[in-house]
């Protein structure tokens, strides 16, 4: 089993220009979770997903748009990167309370 | 507001030695909290939990207590050993609205000395 895979590991965007982000898992999890890493701040729920075709705003859901139109996958969506969006960005995944996560997505935005 | 408090953002610890890593939360709804760990340029990874029934969990050489009266949490790891060398969140969950979401602290790395 893979667990929690993230495509792309790096990314270099500049400002303006969009990206998605894809989170797979193989664990047959319902609940699925994208969050921000940045120095200092601990981790921030951007947006989440309690199932299939769901999806609801975290902590910090603004400049992000996400779907999940099949079980296994969690896409997050910038439209225009902003530099503010420089970050690590985790994805997750759960039955329950223990939250599997992936090696994560590094992105610059310049 | 921060929810999930970690006040110290790094400890030194000897090898051999306990290492306590605390954790402080303010929202009283809160009935799960775990700790996981992190290496740098990896993701977390979870270490233990505890329910809001329990005071004590053990695993191994990690053991996680909770005073609830407190609203406070610490994990002791005895011995340290080199290779527990990382960033430890704490995490606190309130199920809210079924989704089993996490509220983190922001770290503590701990560095345990040879």
Not at chain 1, 7 to 29: E, I, Y
Not at chain 1, 57 to 76: A, I, M, T
Not at chain 2, 72 to 83: C, E, R, Y
Request: charged share 15%; with cysteine; aromatic share 12%.
């Amino acid at each position: 089993n893979a667990g929690v895979t993230q495509t792309p590991k790096f990314r270099v965007l500049k400002t303006g220009q969009s990206m998605t982000l894809l989170c797979a898992q193989d664990m047959n999890h319902e609940y699925m979770y994208w969050y921000r890493q940045d120095p200092g701040m601990g981790l921030r729920l951007i947006h989440y997903s309690v199932g299939e075709g769901t999806t609801a705003k975290g902590e910090v859901p603004d400049g992000y748009n996400v779907s999940r139109l099949k079980k296994q996958n969690f896409l997050l969506g910038l439209e225009s990167a902003a530099p503010s969006q420089t970050s690590v960005y985790f994805c997750a995944s759960s039955y329950f309370y223990e939250q599997f996560f992936g090696p994560g997505t590094r992105l610059t935005v310049l | 507001d921060q929810q999930v408090k970690q006040n110290s953002p790094s400890l030194s610890v000897q090898e051999g030695r306990i290492s306590i890593l605390n954790c402080d939360y303010t929202n009283s709804m809160f009935d799960y909290f775990l700790w996981y760990k992190k290496y740098p340029a990896e993701g977390p990874t979870f270490l233990i939990s505890i329910s809001s029934i329990k005071d004590k969990n053990e695993d191994g050489r990690f053991t996680v207590f909770l005073n609830k009266s407190a609203k406070h949490l610490s994990l002791h790891i005895v011995p340290s050993q080199p290779g527990d060398s990382a960033v430890y969140f704490c995490a606190a969950s309130a199920n809210e609205a079924g989704s089993y979401q996490l509220t983190f602290g922001k770290g503590t790395k701990l560095s345990v000395i040879p």
